[in-house]
């Protein structure tokens, strides 16, 4: 269908001749079949669209060209004006176009040849009473306003494609611009269809295509490939786009918006310009036929200066102010006549966006396909289930998770704590009493001890409902250890389980953080030394009253369980990643309110390269202290301090002031 030139990055001054730019190839098993929707850029002033706008209107309605300074730098126009462009009035197309012409006292013709008008009289008139014709020496133009079509069509040259340092962070070795695959999707697709990529990368077309709102597939052979482009898609927000048909979804479209693409057919043939011309030209005439008679002139409508001069008697002012007021609400009616009668044309790039809303990444699996194999069945036949068996199969949706997630831990050999301390669970088995579905035996200090594991689901977080029951079943049936192992933990199940540690002596209870690349599935490489089942300590935190009423949070480390020994350590709060004080914590949702990043010093010089940016060093130094800044108790009276290691787990506490 087309090759497509777009800009990659600018030049690196090598040697030899500089490559700046890629090709894209567009094709298409069958032409008739192909869906096409055209994209728009903005023109910009000097640009391409914009050559031939050589000409002002001024605001009192005078026209002239531009000077050089001005065709150098638009901003030097006078308010109000609007650059126009002079454009052919005339076509080859053979009909009864070819007729004299009279404008302003003056005749014209078209060029002589095979030149005809490119409209009839009727046609030319409403040109006329909307001001749209213009001559240029002994030639007759159409004015073409440069604001009434701002934009110009995306052809197959693309020049702002260019990175130059400031695009898209790099997330894999071989990655494309995103508004390189943004144009493909919204070109060739539209909401709800299918975008297939089979070289994932880093997941610039899953990404892209999940912001526009279309479903996609993509697959690649590396495990890296595909950890980084969930992690990007997980952690993507979107603005979320006003929907066509909301009971359909995105598959009904999205609204879109839209600028009026005025050309000289749709003045030519809007007939509402006659009953607007019908309705003031008669009062124009009469307050011209006054004015001549105070002032004993013949001017013609073209003739009438401007300004009224200083000599003129009052009843000539008068007429005068009547007949421009008359021509300017006369032209402010056909103006906007012409604006709502003339064509939209669709920016797919423009959906309107719906605020205060923020939109995620929907469901989505990452699968794996096995290695595909040939067995002769006569060597090895396959086995047959027995019906009660088959049946259980069926019935047990969440079997498989469950015996993936006991697999995994045993590949593991236990569960691993801060320090490299490691309890290590033998004969592990399933359970299936409520929420526990695990046991084993761990030894500490020479005794064994029994250990219950609820796993949390597979595509949520661990709730308080849950911890509840688990910890109750826990303790009715004598386990002396809990592990709660989920891929995220509910603010409300932490607190909860800090109480519980209090009031439910006998249990030791532990929040395991299941590791995200679980969820890749057959490409995750699980060995005894993998980190995929961690356990991080609990906040040991100070609150102090000031003596003006308000608080003043310290982290003053983490308590960290010795599974081996069974017994409690303190780190200090200086080695902690990062962690965030909410002030007003309401028992369901954490707010950060105040956020400190104590454990790596050389992190503001990261995140200046990152951003590229400049950043205060002192202001900065603030935010790496383990002590908050004072802050004034809430209406729920309570905080919450959620603490980050560097591996990505937390852990919260809650507070009563």
């Given at each position: 269908?087309?090759?497509?030139?777009?800009?990659?990055?600018?030049?690196?001054?090598?040697?030899?001749?500089?490559?700046?730019?890629?090709?894209?190839?567009?094709?298409?098993?069958?032409?008739?079949?192909?869906?096409?929707?055209?994209?728009?850029?903005?023109?910009?002033?000097?640009?391409?669209?914009t050559k031939g706008y050589q000409h002002v209107e001024l605001s009192n309605g005078t026209r002239r060209r531009l000077n050089q300074e001005e065709l150098s730098n638009s901003t030097l126009l006078?308010?109000?004006?609007?650059?126009?462009?002079?454009?052919?009035?005339?076509?080859?197309?053979?009909?009864?176009?070819?007729?004299?012409?009279?404008?302003?006292?003056?005749?014209?013709?078209?060029?002589?040849?095979?030149?005809?008008?490119?409209?009839?009289?009727n046609g030319m008139e409403r040109l006329r009473h909307a001001e749209r014709l213009f001559p240029v020496g002994n030639t007759l133009s159409y004015v073409r306003y440069l604001d009434e079509m701002p934009i110009r069509p995306l052809t197959n040259i693309w020049?702002?494609?260019?990175?130059?340092?400031?695009?898209?962070?790099?997330?894999?070795?071989?990655?494309?611009?995103?508004?390189?695959?943004?144009?493909?999707?919204?070109?060739?697709?539209?909401?709800?269809?299918?975008?297939?990529?089979?070289?994932?990368?880093?997941?610039?077309?899953?990404?892209?295509?999940?912001?526009?709102?279309?479903?996609?597939?993509?697959?690649?052979?590396?495990?890296?490939?595909?950890?980084?482009?969930?992690?990007?898609?997980?952690?993507?927000?979107?603005?979320?786009?006003?929907?066509?048909?909301?009971?359909?979804?995105?598959?009904?479209?999205?609204?879109?918006?839209?600028?009026?693409?005025?050309?000289?057919?749709?003045?030519?043939?809007?007939?509402?310009?006659?009953?607007?011309?019908?309705?003031?030209?008669?009062?124009?005439?009469?307050?011209?036929?006054?004015?001549?008679?105070?002032?004993?002139?013949?001017?013609?409508?073209?003739?009438?200066?401007?300004?009224?001069?200083?000599?003129?008697?009052?009843?000539?002012?008068?007429?005068?102010?009547?007949?421009?007021?008359?021509?300017?609400?006369?032209?402010?009616?056909?103006?906007?006549?012409?604006?709502?009668?003339?064509?939209?044309?669709?920016?797919?790039?423009?959906?309107?966006?719906?605020?205060?809303?923020?939109?995620?990444?929907?469901?989505?699996?990452?699968?794996?396909?096995?290695?595909?194999?040939?067995?002769?069945?006569?060597?090895?036949?396959?086995?047959?289930?027995?019906?009660?068996?088959?049946?259980?199969?069926?019935?047990?949706?969440?079997?498989?998770?469950?015996?993936?997630?006991?697999?995994?831990?045993?590949?593991?050999?236990?569960?691993?704590?801060?320090?490299?301390?490691?309890?290590?669970?033998?004969?592990?088995?399933?359970?299936?009493?409520?929420?526990?579905?695990?046991?084993?035996?761990?030894?500490?200090?020479?005794?064994?001890?029994?250990?219950?594991?609820?796993?949390?689901?597979?595509?949520?977080?661990?709730?308080?409902?849950?911890?509840?029951?688990?910890?109750?079943?826990?303790?009715?049936?004598?386990?002396?250890?809990?592990?709660?192992?989920?891929?995220?933990?509910?603010?409300?199940?932490?607190?909860?389980?800090?109480?519980?540690?209090?009031?439910?002596?006998?249990?030791?209870?532990?929040?395991?953080?299941?590791?995200?690349?679980?969820?890749?599935?057959?490409?995750?490489?699980?060995?005894?030394?993998?980190?995929?089942?961690?356990?991080?300590?609990?906040?040991?935190?100070?609150?102090?009253?000031?003596?003006?009423?308000?608080?003043?949070?310290?982290?003053?480390?983490?308590?960290?369980?010795?599974?081996?020994?069974?017994?409690?350590?303190?780190?200090?709060?200086?080695?902690?990643?990062?962690?965030?004080?909410?002030?007003?914590?309401?028992?369901?949702?954490?707010?950060?309110?105040?956020?400190?990043?104590?454990?790596?010093?050389?992190?503001?010089?990261?995140?200046?390269?990152?951003?590229?940016?400049?950043?205060?060093?002192?202001?900065?130094?603030?935010?790496?202290?383990?002590?908050?800044?004072?802050?004034?108790?809430?209406?729920?009276?309570?905080?919450?301090?959620?603490?980050?290691?560097?591996?990505?787990?937390?852990?919260?506490?809650?507070?009563?002031?």
């Amino acid at each position: 269908m087309a090759v497509i030139s777009f800009v990659k990055t600018s030049g690196k001054g090598g040697e030899l001749l500089d490559v700046i730019n890629d090709f894209l190839l567009w094709y298409a098993k069958d032409k008739t079949q192909l869906k096409y929707r055209q994209l728009y850029l903005q023109k910009e002033w000097g640009e391409e669209g914009t050559k031939g706008y050589q000409h002002v209107e001024l605001s009192n309605g005078t026209r002239r060209r531009l000077n050089q300074e001005e065709l150098s730098n638009s901003t030097l126009l006078p308010k109000g004006s609007r650059v126009f462009k002079a454009s052919d009035i005339t076509s080859q197309e053979p009909g009864k176009t070819s007729f004299e012409y009279e404008l302003q006292g003056r005749k014209f013709m078209p060029a002589k040849g095979k030149r005809h008008w490119a409209t009839d009289f009727n046609g030319m008139e409403r040109l006329r009473h909307a001001e749209r014709l213009f001559p240029v020496g002994n030639t007759l133009s159409y004015v073409r306003y440069l604001d009434e079509m701002p934009i110009r069509p995306l052809t197959n040259i693309w020049t702002d494609t260019g990175i130059a340092g400031y695009g898209d962070p790099k997330l894999f070795a071989v990655q494309t611009n995103t508004k390189v695959i943004e144009r493909c999707i919204l070109m060739a697709t539209d909401p709800g269809d299918l975008v297939f990529d089979p070289t994932c990368g880093s997941g610039t077309t899953a990404w892209c295509a999940e912001k526009w709102g279309r479903r996609w597939i993509t697959c690649d052979t590396s495990r890296v490939a595909l950890a980084i482009a969930r992690q990007r898609l997980m952690t993507a927000k979107f603005d979320y786009y006003e929907l066509k048909d909301p009971e359909r979804g995105p598959a009904g479209g999205f609204i879109y918006e839209t600028v009026p693409h005025i050309t000289l057919e749709s003045i030519a043939k809007n007939t509402e310009i006659d009953e607007i011309a019908a309705k003031y030209q008669p009062q124009i005439d009469e307050a011209l036929k006054e004015l001549n008679r105070s002032l004993g002139k013949d001017w013609k409508e073209w003739e009438v200066p401007r300004e009224a001069e200083e000599g003129w008697p009052q009843e000539a002012k008068e007429a005068h102010e009547r007949f421009w007021s008359l021509r300017r609400k006369k032209r402010q009616e056909i103006d906007e006549s012409i604006k709502c009668n003339a064509p939209q044309e669709t920016l797919y790039d423009r959906p309107k966006v719906k605020r205060g809303v923020v939109r995620v990444s929907g469901p989505f699996t990452v699968e794996a396909i096995p290695v595909p194999f040939v067995e002769d069945p006569t060597q090895a036949p396959v086995p047959q289930f027995e019906e009660e068996e088959a049946q259980a199969r069926i019935s047990d949706r969440g079997g498989d998770y469950l015996t993936t997630m006991i697999n995994l831990l045993k590949a593991q050999g236990g569960v691993l704590f801060p320090g490299g301390k490691k309890m290590e669970l033998q004969s592990l088995r399933p359970l299936n009493i409520g929420m526990l579905h695990a046991e084993a035996e761990t030894s500490q200090n020479g005794k064994s001890l029994r250990v219950a594991i609820s796993f949390g689901p597979q595509y949520g977080p661990i709730t308080a409902t849950q911890a509840n029951e688990a910890i109750q079943t826990a303790k009715l049936n004598a386990y002396q250890v809990l592990i709660l192992a989920g891929f995220s933990i509910e603010a409300e199940a932490q607190a909860f389980v800090q109480k519980a540690r209090e009031l439910v002596p006998g249990l030791s209870i532990h929040f395991a953080n299941i590791a995200p690349d679980v969820l890749v599935g057959d490409l995750l490489k699980t060995t005894r030394a993998s980190q995929i089942f961690t356990v991080f300590g609990q906040p040991d935190v100070g609150v102090e009253q000031q003596k003006d009423g308000t608080y003043v949070v310290e982290l003053r480390g983490v308590d960290i369980y010795d599974p081996l020994a069974g017994e409690v350590h303190s780190t200090r709060g200086e080695d902690v990643a990062a962690w965030f004080l909410d002030t007003d914590y309401d028992g369901m949702t954490f707010h950060i309110c105040q956020a400190f990043f104590p454990g790596d010093p050389k992190a503001w010089g990261k995140l200046q390269r990152a951003l590229k940016a400049q950043i205060d060093p002192e202001a900065f130094e603030q935010m790496r202290t383990t002590r908050s800044f004072p802050f004034k108790p809430g209406e729920h009276n309570r905080i919450a301090v959620k603490v980050i290691d560097f591996r990505g787990n937390e852990v919260m506490r809650v507070v009563n002031l």
